[in-house]
């Protein structure tokens, strides 16, 4: 470290030749903060540039460039032949702000607070929880063939693509989605109907806005998605449980996953999926059908997207990479009425949801070069059998004291533990052992049912003989003996 005091002012400049940081902005650095602090005073007048570079053994167009910095902000006035001179700046007087605010920061808004507001469980698990709800295994990700599908997407990206003009999807990624969507799920649209964003939550967060007043009812399933609830919330709205029919009266928007549901892995039936249909029509409702995992159910072919019932259908269909690739790729997209392309595509402009256009487009290569399909094959297999060896350990272990059924599909699956356990605190055991599991109560608006919400993606055998022993550990304490 090289410090040097000049005689000409009493202030300290102190650089290290050994940080990465340029020397002048050492300099520029250190006198900015020093005259915003009000240690250097207004009037007070710098070294030249030639003492400040001969006191610190360095060149005048470091001291130069530290100086030019300083002006272009307005701190100092350099005038040819005299040295520096610090401006007058303006005082910020604390009596003028609030007494609650006497720190000098601004509270959020009522709006802000209720996007702060953590609407879903209250507790976070933990960074690198295992057998998260929701998380595809980290292991069976297709390194490779992604690593592939990016650098064609870098050597294909060019003019447009790389600017604003397709802010709502790149064209390539629409045309391959909707060829995908009407093949595997009975989607009808054309590809400017989809719009492509960075995640399913920015998708109910702007629709939330868009089809809503504050106020307004939004419905959720019962249980259902922490993930709506928080957006609609946030939205100041007034979320109901969707059986409760008589709330359709007032509802602007209802959430469902029907091919799939969250949490409980059940399917909605034809004649329920026909009625919602029909009620959301009469009311002037707008269907949120979320889509997240159905592309990789253990039996038979996924039952067609709600979308697809209804050529005039209120409803705006979600897909998403998070649980078929990873969380990590941020790609969500949505199909829209033909009627509402342009104002939602405006909407997400305004909105700053944007997509990046590289894993868009690695993205489409993905699904076209056959990758996608037979990474969906793989880990179909293996959820499949790391679900079904999960529940059947659990189901010698426990007996009848845990309620599990083989999952259909997906990610996770209910445990229902008896009433009188409290499912809050065996969660928090075992978020503390290193699983991610969830309470099933928090997912309930109404009168809560006890249970765990468990990932199983990447429950392999030691994984799942570790949660047992974790779970059996858990109920113990709880005082339930197993």
């Known amino acids: 470290m090289l410090v040097w ?54 060149s005048r167009n470091t001291v130069n460039t ?58 976070a698990t933990g960074r690198g929880a295992h057998m998260q709800p929701g998380e595809p295994s980290k292991e069976l990700f297709p390194k490779e063939q992604w690593a592939r599908s990016l650098r064609r997407a870098a050597r294909m990206l060019s003019g447009n693509a790389l600017g604003y003009e397709h802010a709502s999807g790149l064209p390539e990624l629409q045309r391959v989605l909707a060829q995908y969507l009407a093949q595997e799920r009975g989607v009808i649209c054309a590809p400017e109907q989809i719009l492509v964003f960075p995640s399913v939550q920015s998708v109910l967060s702007l629709m939330s806005q868009c089809f809503s007043e504050e106020g307004d009812v939004a419905l ?11 957006a609609f919330v946030s939205a100041g709205l007034d979320v109901q449980p969707l059986t409760e029919s008589e709330q359709f009266q007032r509802a602007s928007l209802i959430y469902v ?16 999926r026909l009625a919602l249909l029909k009620q959301a029509s009469e009311k002037g409702a707008v269907i949120l059908e979320d ?9 038979g072919r996924p039952i067609a997207a709600l979308q697809g019932l209804s050529a005039h259908s209120p409803v705006i269909y979600i897909g998403t990479s998070a649980k078929s690739l990873m969380p990590g790729i941020r790609l969500a997209y949505i199909v829209v009425p033909k009627a509402h392309v342009f104002d939602l595509a405006m909407a997400q402009r305004t909105s700053g949801a944007l997509a990046n256009v590289h894993v868009q487009l690695a993205f489409a290569d993905f699904i076209e070069s056959g ?31 845990i309620g599990v ?24 055991y075992m978020n503390a052992q290193g699983y991610g599991v969830n309470p099933l109560s928090g997912f309930y608006l109404g009168e809560p049912v006890k249970g765990l919400i468990v990932g199983f993606a990447e429950a392999d055998e030691r994984r799942r003989l570790g949660f047992v022993t974790a779970l059996i550990e858990a109920m113990n304490c709880a005082g339930q003996a197993v």
């Open 5 to 58: 005091g000049a005689s000409l002012f009493e202030h300290v400049v102190a650089i290290s030749r050994e940080e990465n940081a340029p020397l002048s902005s050492q300099i520029y650095q250190q006198y900015r903060e020093a005259i915003l602090a009000r240690r250097i005073p207004e009037g007070e007048r710098l070294p030249s540039s030639r003492q400040l570079a001969i006191g610190l053994s360095v």
């Open 66 to 123: 530290a100086y030019d910095l300083l002006r272009s902000e307005g701190l100092v006035d350099v005038r040819s032949g005299a040295r520096p001179e610090v401006v007058a700046l303006p005082v910020v007087e604390r009596s003028s702000l609030k007494e609650e605010n006497i720190e000098g920061v601004v509270p959020l808004s009522s709006r802000g607070k209720r996007f702060a507001t953590n609407h879903r469980y209250y507790c």
């Open 220 to 230: 959720l399933e019962e249980p259902g998605y922490l993930g709506a609830k928080s």
């Open 257 to 272: 996953t029907p091919s799939h549901q969250y949490p409980t892995g059940k399917r909605m039936e034809m004649t329920e």
């Open 291 to 299: 889509d997240y995992d159905s592309e990789f159910l253990f039996e």
């Open 371 to 401: 990758h996608f399909r037979a990474h969906l094959n793989k880990i179909r297999s293996a959820y499949h059998e790391n679900g079904s060896a999960l529940c059947k350990l659990i189901g010698e272990r426990f007996g009848n004291q």
């Open 405 to 428: 059924s083989m999952p259909t599909g997906g990610l996770q699956m209910p445990l229902y533990l008896p009433e009188y356990c409290d499912d809050v605190e065996i969660a928090d």
